[in-house]
């Protein structure tokens, strides 16, 4: 038992509370979120986000806003 919930993934830090489906919610933006999103101007994957709807490719330099949560 010393995985922390498999099943809850990066939502388990908020327990049992919540309920399931924001939390279910939670962890496919949240995955999405933390790969590398594809850079609009250089189209390479490497931008990273910043904070809510700023973004940075470490490729080209470039920072921009954008979504907040992911890219398209
Ligand atoms: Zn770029």
């Known amino acids: 038992m010393s995985s922390k919930s498999k099943k809850t993934k990066s939502a388990g830090r908020f327990g049992a509370r919540y309920g399931k489906r924001p939390r279910t919610y ?10 590398k999103q594809k850079c609009p101007f250089c189209g390479k994957l490497g931008v990273k986000r910043l904070s809510k709807g700023v973004w ?6 470039k ?4 979504d907040t949560y992911y890219l398209q």
């Open 26 to 35: 939670l962890v496919l933006v949240e995955e999405k979120q933390r790969k």
């Open 56 to 61: 940075k490719c470490r490729k080209c330099g």
């Open 63 to 66: 920072k921009f806003a954008s």
